[in-house]
């Protein structure tokens, strides 16, 4: 997680306005000596002298000082990054700050940070099975500037499509009662709107998930057929499937009046 490098320069008096790289870690190795177990904890941040220094040895460190500090002066930015932790109402202003910033390539620095707090929050929206707001936290996905790091905040919405997936192979007519909850927390939220917005990359679990979700409304449109009528007409609208199976689950749809 990103802590953020300002905090313990002001903690130290040193300026940052005329910053001296040298002054800067005389005062902050005396600072560590004296600080108990070598640790210097502010507002609930603990440094630690190896990773000060390391920021402050980067070979790119002039570039990455001016992020820093325009990290700082972007509270809902390092709120994000430190806490992961974001008002969803201002998303916006996120997307709005890559906009304003990333021809100046300040997300070198941020980007790998903003990964780990972009999939902690997807984390805890999906599992609360928040698909709106998951929506609108995908917005945010720009800020992630390279593929290792996309795929990085993406990670818990893999890992939790892919959970459901398997839950949903190892239903049957009988067990699937006992798995009503887990089933209804997901299936009564607009899922369909979340997999629309999942970037290109998701297309094979998309796809998985379309398969598992046909299959299993094969399997209980006799013993409930309101169940599985529901899932079909959220299922034709899922976008960028595979032909085939569209086509199966169209010819589905259209025989729901049948036995609804």
Known sequence: MYQSLIRILKHCDIDIKAFDVSR???VLAAEFSIAAGGIISIDGFDYTKNDVFAELEHIDFARRLSV??????TPILLNCLEKSEIDLENVSQLVGFYYKWHDRQVFDLISPYFAVSFNKIMGRLLKEARFIDACTWLDALQLTHFDED???ALSSAKEYLTDFIKLLKNLNAVTY????PELEKFLSQPWRRFVNSLPPQFYHIINDLLSAMHNFTLIIKH?????CAKMIREMIEVRNIDDGLRENILREYEGI???V
């Open 257 to 259: 009046s049948k036995w």
């Open 24 to 26: 800067a870690k005389r």
């Open 68 to 73: 820093h500090i325009l990290i700082w002066r």
């Open 223 to 227: 013993v409930d057929s309101n169940l």
């Open 177 to 180: 009662k006992n798995r009503l």
């Open 150 to 152: 996309r795929n990085a």
